[in-house]
């Protein structure tokens, strides 16, 4: 059973901890897809507030492939554990993050929800990294060479990296045998959250997916949704904001038919290496669309340096600016 929370600004309607102590005490709901800010360290209630990220270091050999007989060397996997919290001996649970696509610090000191919640919760927090990223490298400096050497970079074999690490932390770390482990993850990792309770119902008794598309496949939703829905931002953040967007491209197009244009846009923009043809041009555009999703991404009510440090509801005051 999966329960879609719109939450888009904390604070309203039930807050994302009391969401997590229904996942612990209702056994049924075993994914809970949270659509509202996970990243960032704004607090739930007081977006002012900021909780100390304070964790310790520590690597686990795995198995560089989980699923074959051919390749059978082992790689270190860094995880982060922050235990001060942890109520070992009520019963205090284990939040484990499903690191993505990035060093897991960056993760760790910007998901404020788990850190909010941890003192609360009597939590255990552990940051797990995703292999091929941040420290844990399967081939160290040669894990991106080939394809050869890529082969072991799935979301398959990084949920196996999960479930071998949990159960190893569940074995040695004193009084973690009967804590209840609930997966927490945002967008690729909210999928590798909601994953982990799928594929080894055993080790999590959960997982808190927020922002992942775990439907969003070819043939599920129709192609353009996530451009249409950051279309929607930009358009209920100001007035004709959306229009202007789509109104530039064709601006642009005009513009940089001359070299007039091409230099003027390269100037106008100061940009390191100034537009010399149409496909550079094309380049520039795609990536002031960038810009936009991103922007869109990260369109938190309050200040944050998820991106870039960025002021409260940025799609808003990039709008007002226009
Ligand atoms: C691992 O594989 C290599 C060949 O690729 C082999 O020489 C070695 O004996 C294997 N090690 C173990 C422990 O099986
Ligand atoms: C996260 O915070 C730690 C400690 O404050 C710091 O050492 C680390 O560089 C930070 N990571 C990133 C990616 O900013």
Request: overall charge positive.
């Given at each position: 059973m999966?329960?879609?929370?719109?939450?888009?600004?904390?604070g309203r309607g039930m807050s994302a901890w009391k969401v997590v102590l229904l996942l612990v005490g209702v056994q049924c709901l075993h994914v809970v897809a949270l659509k509202s800010q996970l990243f960032t360290r704004g607090d739930a209630l007081d977006y002012s507030s900021r909780k100390a990220v304070d964790y310790k270091t520590f690597y686990l050999n795995q198995k560089i492939d989980h699923f074959g007989f051919f390749e059978n060397g082992t790689f270190k996997q860094r995880y982060l554990v922050a235990d001060q919290h942890w109520h070992q001996a009520g019963g205090g649970p284990i939040l484990f993050y499903t690191g993505n696509e990035g060093d897991i610090t960056w993760f760790c000191n910007n998901t404020g929800f788990m850190w909010q919640v941890a003192e609360e919760l009597g939590a255990m927090l552990v940051f797990a990294e995703h292999r091929y990223y941040g420290d844990s490298m399967p081939f160290g400096p040669d894990s991106y060479s080939d394809s050869k050497h890529l082969n072991y970079l799935s979301s398959e074999q990084a949920l196996a990296d999960f479930a071998v690490l949990i159960r190893e932390?569940?074995?040695?770390?004193?009084?973690?045998?009967?804590?209840?482990?609930?997966?927490?993850?945002?967008?690729?990792?909210?999928?590798?959250?909601?994953?982990?309770?799928?594929?080894?119902?055993?080790?999590?008794?959960?997982?808190?997916?927020?922002?992942?598309?775990?439907?969003q496949f070819p043939g599920m939703v129709p192609c353009g949704d996530f451009h249409r829905i950051v279309s929607q931002d930009f358009a209920a953040s100001g007035p004709n904001c959306d229009v202007n967007i789509r109104r530039s491209w064709g601006a642009i197009d005009k513009i940089a038919s001359t070299a007039e244009g091409l230099a003027w846009l390269s100037g106008t923009f100061s940009l390191c290496a100034p537009l010399k043809s149409r496909p550079d041009s094309v380049?520039?555009?795609?990536?002031?669309?960038?810009?936009?999703?991103?922007?869109?991404?990260?369109?938190?009510?309050?200040?944050?340096?998820?991106?870039?440090?960025?002021?409260a509801w940025p799609v808003q005051v990039r709008t007002s600016l226009m």
């Open positions: 999966e329960l879609y929370l719109k939450a888009g600004s904390p932390l569940k074995g040695s770390w004193p009084g973690a045998r009967s804590s209840a482990v609930i997966a927490v993850g945002g967008s690729y990792g909210g999928m590798l959250a909601a994953w982990l309770r799928m594929k080894y119902p055993s080790v999590v008794v959960g997982a808190l997916a927020a922002s992942a598309p775990i439907w380049a520039f555009k795609e990536w002031l669309q960038e810009t936009w999703v991103n922007l869109a991404m990260v369109d938190y009510p309050y200040e944050a340096s998820f991106l870039q440090p960025l002021p």
